[in-house]
């Protein structure tokens, strides 16, 4: 009888995915610093929003890798798209940035959360697509 693989790449490729954004708006994707005065960017929150929501896609991809059963994996993975759609939306639409277009939170955070957004809802969907066709990856 031939062994089944524990995790599948759909498993890993969203983990890695969602774990680079929830790293990376702590590091390198941060939005602008604190103010000379100690006071926030207007940007800050829309870092700490898209942090949070990071946060959520990193627990749902990784109960997703660790969950064996097909249903709950592709329901994890259709929770996975409206989450990602959120973080998408959040900097610059739902919370404004910084009114300057070459300050960080425009260079960086808003380019690479929507970018890490799009790749985490194509990766779901093909997740969903390969459970729904009983594809075993």
Aim: with cysteine; aromatic share 6%.
């Amino acid at each position: 009888m031939e062994k089944k693989r524990r995790f599948k790449i759909t498993d890993i490729l969203l983990l890695l995915a969602s774990g680079a954004f929830l790293v990376g708006m702590r590091t390198f994707l941060a939005p602008c610093a604190q103010q000379a005065d100690g006071k926030w960017m207007v940007c800050h929150w829309a870092g700490e929003a898209l942090t949070g929501v990071a946060a959520v896609l990193f627990v749902i991809s990784l109960l997703h890798a660790l969950i064996p059963r097909a249903q709950i994996k592709m329901g994890l993975a259709l929770a996975m798209i409206p989450a990602a759609a959120l973080a998408f939306l959040l900097p610059g639409t739902m919370i404004d940035l910084c009114m300057m277009e070459t300050m960080r939170c425009h260079t960086v955070m808003q380019p690479a959360a929507r970018a890490i957004s799009v790749v985490l809802i194509l990766l779901a969907c093909l997740d969903v697509y390969c459970y729904r066709k009983g594809d075993d990856r």
